[in-house]
């Protein structure tokens, strides 16, 4: 997870609110909804707002609320609370569903209380972290989600391998990690290699003490 800063919303959007004063997600256009995942995609750098996989296309993803429709009916329509997840099944935006998240990537402290590691895994820090992981199926232990561990934890060692890191030897360097880290976290051309922050986030676990 990396921290989303949300923009403003599609212009479509903002007009229908103001002709249905009272309407509801549900009845937005399937072209309204479009925009609002092509907004989102482009301010994720796309990536998926809670995995962090590359989302090719809007046709790849679907607009997740973060506080789900059920929990706040009255913010369905507020772009501040939709972002653009994966549809991978029984994770992400799939296995969220309704459930309350304490832990959200619209919270800087996502960036810090989520661990991630070299094997693939992801530690919970703090018990809204451990909670959301669980909520979104992120792959804490192998049993729950084998299949994103082993992805992440192959993609992330690929971008470190092609920074002239060995992912198993790691670096000492402390300027050399910060200018990593810098390079990293600008995205080219409007998107982010697969799993960044994840890169980002053991880098700056190997620059504690």
């Known amino acids: 997870m990396r921290t989303i800063s949300k923009g403003t919303e599609p212009s479509n959007l903002t007009d229908w609110k103001r002709a249905n004063p009272h309407g509801r997600y549900k009845q937005l256009t399937e072209d309204i909804r479009r925009t609002i995942r092509q907004y989102a995609l482009a301010e994720q750098f796309y990536l998926c707002a809670y995995c962090c996989q590359r989302i090719q296309n809007i ?112 670096l000492e360097d402390e300027e050399l990690l910060e200018m990593l880290i810098g390079d990293l976290s600008q995205p080219q051309q409007g998107q982010m290699e697969p799993f960044t922050p994840v890169v980002i986030n053991i880098l700056r676990s190997w620059l504690q003490p």
Not at 77 to 90: G, H, P, R
């Open 59 to 170: 046709d790849a993803c679907h607009n997740e609320h973060v506080e789900a429709q059920n929990l706040n009916p009255r913010r369905t329509l507020d772009f501040s609370n939709i972002v653009a997840s994966c549809n991978t099944s029984n994770q992400c935006g799939n296995s969220h569903k309704s459930q309350l998240l304490p832990l959200t990537p619209l919270m800087t402290e996502c960036e810090t209380e989520l661990r991630f590691k070299i094997s693939g895994r992801v530690e919970g820090l703090s018990e809204r972290a451990i909670d959301t992981i669980r909520a979104l199926n992120l792959g804490d232990h192998e049993k729950n989600n084998r299949a994103l561990i082993e992805k992440r934890k192959q993609l992330s060692n690929a971008l470190l391998w092609t920074n002239g890191i060995d992912p198993d030897e790691g």
